[in-house]
Structures are given as structure tokens and as C-alpha cells.
């Protein structure tokens, strides 16, 4: 088992150890426990999970005004409740207003969905409570969650007993806390994949989601299991990535200090094999370094990639091994990288010769009747399981060969296409300014905007196109959409316009990516679209591409070499 203290020491070390450390970065190992801003402060005057009883004996019954301001804004989200945006306030407001006057009194509730893994009867549960409780609202996210919206209060403990009774938590799902685990899609059912890591994320999820002694680390914990590398891995705070070990067998290469926001970062290879049993206790050493190492003083210091890009991938293992696992870990090769980003769309074939359909939305934008129709359209079918893929998609699994049409024809029906064009496989979106008070623009509505133009304006080469060109939109610079590694990412901004108007508009990132294209892209300086010129800027670029590109060049490749005036 893991060794990890459970308190931090209560006494500083001697001067000359502390000098390896900047100052006051509120490292736990290294004696800096005086909370050093207001977020540290909230975590030690209570624990944040203990919020859940005042939700259910107090706040319930009082309502939204009765709310304590240090819950309201820090601690429910624990139980993955944020405030909403008020309604009306626009981008241009966003960074100049005070929290209170930018919240409204409904709450954004997000589903924690380990692995993105629902049987039918869990997604027909989510679509119901949606449908009651949530103005039938519901968002596949890029984290393989589902976010409802418009929820209140007074509703909350009625909303956990149905969630609860299905097998499903909000537990963990926000703050400074382990989040939800990314698993493949296709996990335990893939022809290729190297091994299932499904064990490993259940019993992660037994021993430590809800543990006091993992429930106040420096940030956000994001974490990756997958026997493909189909989980954006790369970009993690730590991921476990199947490998066949020449020696030992299937396993996982770990990775850490991966992440995107205002400082992206690729994760760093540790170099070590670990088997399928062993990675409850490694993810236990890793999560305990940031714990108990992190930076707490600074907010926008505290993820661990800052803590990797300081030690370095050696001493990182080094500590790891000697300090928390007390024992050597193997070495062991580097996953195989993917030709193509796998999104598991289509029809494909499973290990047991049944097939899996995965269908698109439009930038995970569904509903709660939505989620309840695939519910039974599964079952009708024959299938009881479901699966949520990283880029907001969806997908049923189990599903015989005779009856793989009329689950299509069914989906098709819901909006939800098996076959889509390369612009609605290839978008993602964040919640943007409708419901969110960090964004600056529009996201949901403008990507499904973008998509029914390009489709329309692009179709006479759409069929030329072998790979989907991905385009993320993001209503802020946090990056929840994944900008920085998308062939096209928009970050939200106000901008002028030629009459000189602010607008909405974007930040263009060009030619990111994963896997073979592992990379952030290229900014083009001071180049930014509003979005009324959006969709023309993005067929300009595309037909650029298509005309320029070379036999199997890759969008990414091509940018990387074309002129800028081509990029603009």
C-alpha cells in the first residue's frame, strides 16, 4: 500500500532545506501550512465535503438566500454545483463584476461518470431528472460527464436520491479534488485495446473519491485509464496508457503533469510499466506528491505541471518511488501513437463480434428527453450499456450485427448522426456565456451555427476531406474545450470590428494536436475573427488547406509549413 501522510508536518524544516524551495509557494511537505489566499483559508476553516448536510438540513429549506457565501462559491462545488450566470450580462462585463452580482440563483449540476460509462437504466435516470428538475437541460462534456442546468436548491436532495439510488454521484465532480477518472470509450470491448483499465478506475474510485485525505489538494486532479490512447492523455494531470511490456506483459505507461488553460503543457513520460493492480496505489503516490507538494500560495501555480516542469520527470519518480511507494518501478516503453485521433464514431466491430454505434451531437448539446429516447433505443435493440467519449459523443455498445440499422435509423431520429460530416465530428464546445460566469462569448449556439454553415458552404469538398478537421470553441481562455490541441481552436474575446464595435470574436489557434501532432499550434499575432466573419474565416482556411496540401498531409502538417496570409 501507499505511504502518505494524512496531515501535513506541523513544523518548518531546517533553512537550508526550505532554500530549494521558492518562497511561500504553501508547499505542506516543506512547513508552509498558513493558508496564503482566500481558497486555502475555506478549505481549512471546514471540510469541503461536509457542505453535502448543510445542502440537505439547511439550505434545502431556506433557499438560495439563505446560503452561507464561503458554500455558495466554494465548497458545493465538491458536490459539482456551480452558480449559473445571471441572464443578460454580457462578455464585455465578465471580469468587471463582483461574483454575487454575476450569479444567479439556479445552479450548473454535473453528473460524475467515471470511465464515461452508464447502463441504460443510469441515462434514462439522468434524462428523468432533467426533465423535472433541469428544464429537460443536458451537455455531454469533454470529461465524459453530463451537465444539467437551471437546477435549484430546494431540489437537491431529491435529485441525489434519484441519482444516488441509480448508482451515480455528483461526489467530486468540481473542486480542489480528484475529478472525474477519463476512461476509453470502448473499454473491455475494443479489438486493439492493449488491456482494460475499467479495474483500475473502479477501485480508485472505492478507495478515494470522497477520502478526507484526497479531498483538499492545491487544484483540480484530472485523471486518465485507458488500454487505448484515446483519452487525451497527453494533456493530464496524470494518465496511465496501455502498454505491452516486452518482459511483463500488458500494462500501463504513466504520465504526468499534463494540462491546457492559460499555460498548456504536454504531460512528461515517467518511464515506468505498471501493472493493472498496481495503479490504485501509484495514482494514490502521484495525487499525495501534489497534495502534499503542490503550490498552494498562487492559484493560477497550483497544478501540478508546475511541479513537473520544476523537478523534472526523474526526480518526480524519484519521489514518488522512495517517499510514498517505497519500492522501484519498472521501466517500460512508450505507448504506440495513433495515426488519427479516435473518436469512435460509426459502426465497429467488438471482441465478442456484436458492434458498437457512435453518433454525434453538435458540441454535446442534448437533452433530457434526449438521453432517455437513447435509453430506450438501446434497449430496444438489445443493449443495456451506453458510453460518453471525450469529445462530447456518444456511444451504445453490445449491439448484434442484424439489429445495427434500426438503432441508427433511431439515433438519427434523436438528432444524433452515425455518419457525420467532418465539422459536426470534429466540433467541441464549452458551456460559454449562457450558463457559464468565467466566459466571455457565446460557445454551444455559435458551434452549432458553424457547423449547418460549413456543411452547406463546404459540401462540394467535404468528400475530399479523410480525417475530420477538429474545432474547438472555448467562451474563455481556461481552455475547457481543449483550444490549444484542436486543427482550429477559438478562444472568446471581445474584439473590434471593422466599424469599430465591440464584438464577440476569438483568438485563433491553428494546427494543434495529440498523438502524432502532440503540440499547441500556432497563434497568429494579433490575428482575431468576430463572430459574424467566423464561418467565412474557417472555409477560407479550409479550402486553403484542401487546395495546398500535400498526398495524406494532415491539417496540423500543413500548417506548420503554410504561408500566414494563407492562415488569415
Aim: proline letters at 6%.
Amino acid at each position: 500500500m501507499v505511504a502518505h501522510p494524512t496531515t501535513p508536518p506541523r513544523t518548518a524544516p531546517p533553512a537550508a532545506k526550505r532554500a530549494h524551495a521558492r518562497r511561500g509557494e504553501g508547499q505542506w511537505a516543506l512547513g508552509y501550512r498558513e493558508p496564503l489566499n482566500p481558497n486555502e483559508r475555506s478549505k481549512k476553516d471546514d471540510n469541503p465535503l461536509n457542505v453535502r448536510a448543510r445542502i440537505e438540513n439547511i439550505y434545502a429549506h431556506t433557499g438560495f438566500a439563505g446560503i452561507d457565501p464561503a458554500d455558495l462559491r466554494g465548497r458545493f462545488r465538491w458536490y459539482g454545483l456551480y452558480t449559473q450566470r445571471r441572464p443578460g450580462i454580457d462578455g464585455g462585463r465578465t471580469a468587471t463584476l463582483e461574483p454575487e452580482e454575476l450569479d444567479d440563483e439556479f445552479f450548473m449540476l454535473r453528473v460524475r461518470i467515471d470511465g464515461g460509462a452508464l447502463t441504460t437504466g443510469q441515462l434514462t435516470v439522468i434524462g428523468e431528472v432533467s426533465q423535472t428538475y433541469a428544464r429537460d437541460s443536458a451537455d455531454i462534456t469533454d470529461r465524459q460527464n453530463i451537465q444539467l442546468h437551471w437546477i435549484r436548491i430546494e431540489d437537491m436532495p431529491t435529485i441525489w436520491a434519484r441519482l444516488e439510488g441509480a448508482g451515480l454521484t455528483t461526489m467530486e465532480a468540481c473542486g480542489d479534488s480528484p475529478r472525474v477518472i477519463l476512461g476509453s470509450p470502448v473499454a473491455g470491448i475494443a479489438e486493439d485495446e492493449i488491456i482494460d483499465g475499467t479495474p483500475a478506475i473502479a477501485e480508485i474510485k472505492r478507495r478515494y473519491i470522497g477520502a478526507p485525505e484526497f479531498a483538499n489538494l492545491p487544484r483540480k486532479f484530472k485523471t486518465a485509464v485507458s488500454g487505448l490512447p484515446d483519452v487525451a492523455h497527453e494533456v493530464h494531470d496524470v494518465a496511465f496508457v496501455g502498454v505491452d511490456h516486452p518482459d511483463h506483459g500488458p500494462g500501463f505507461d504513466v504520465w504526468v503533469g499534463g494540462g491546457l488553460s492559460t499555460n498548456p503543457m504536454i504531460g512528461q513520460r515517467l518511464g515506468a510499466w505498471v501493472p493493472l493492480e498496481e495503479v490504485p496505489d501509484v495514482w494514490a503516490g502521484i495525487i499525495g506528491i501534489f497534495r502534499d507538494y503542490g503550490y498552494r500560495r498562487l492559484r493560477h501555480r497550483a497544478r501540478i505541471k508546475f511541479l513537473v516542469k520544476d523537478w523534472g520527470a526523474a526526480k518526480f519518480r524519484e519521489v514518488l518511488e522512495n517517499e510514498y511507494l517505497k519500492h522501484k518501478l519498472a521501466d517500460g516503453p512508450a505507448p504506440a501513437v495513433p495515426a488519427q485521433p479516435r473518436d469512435h464514431i460509426g459502426v465497429h466491430r467488438q471482441q465478442d463480434g456484436n458492434f458498437y454505434v457512435g453518433a454525434a451531437p453538435v458540441a454535446g448539446r442534448v437533452s433530457g428527453s434526449t438521453l432517455v429516447e437513447v435509453a430506450k433505443a438501446a434497449e430496444r435493440v438489445g443493449s443495456n450499456r451506453v458510453r460518453l467519449t471525450p469529445q462530447q459523443k456518444l456511444v451504445v455498445l453490445d449491439v448484434a450485427q442484424a439489429e445495427v440499422p434500426a438503432l441508427r435509423a433511431e439515433l438519427a431520429k434523436l438528432g444524433l448522426q452515425t455518419e457525420p460530416s467532418p465539422w459536426r465530428r470534429g466540433v467541441m464546445a464549452c458551456t460559454g456565456i449562457e450558463f457559464c460566469k468565467l466566459a466571455i462569448v457565446e460557445t454551444k449556439a455559435r458551434a452549432a451555427e458553424l457547423v449547418t454553415t460549413l456543411e452547406e458552404r463546404l459540401a462540394d469538398i467535404t468528400h475530399g476531406i479523410s480525417a475530420p478537421i477538429s474545432i474547438h470553441v472555448n467562451g474563455c481562455p481556461n481552455s475547457c474545450a481543449r483550444i490549444q490541441t484542436a486543427d482550429i481552436g477559438l478562444k472568446g474575446q471581445i474584439v473590434t470590428d471593422a466599424d469599430g464595435n465591440q464584438v464577440e470574436g476569438f483568438q485563433v489557434h491553428l494546427g494543434g494536436g495529440l498523438g502524432l501532432d502532440a503540440g499547441f499550434g500556432r497563434k497568429l499575432r494579433g490575428h482575431k475573427v468576430t463572430g459574424a466573419e467566423l464561418a467565412g474565416y474557417v472555409e477560407r482556411v479550409v479550402r486553403h488547406y484542401v487546395a495546398q496540401r500535400e498526398p495524406d498531409e494532415r491539417f496540423a502538417q500543413w500548417v506548420a509549413r503554410a504561408e500566414e496570409a494563407d492562415l488569415q
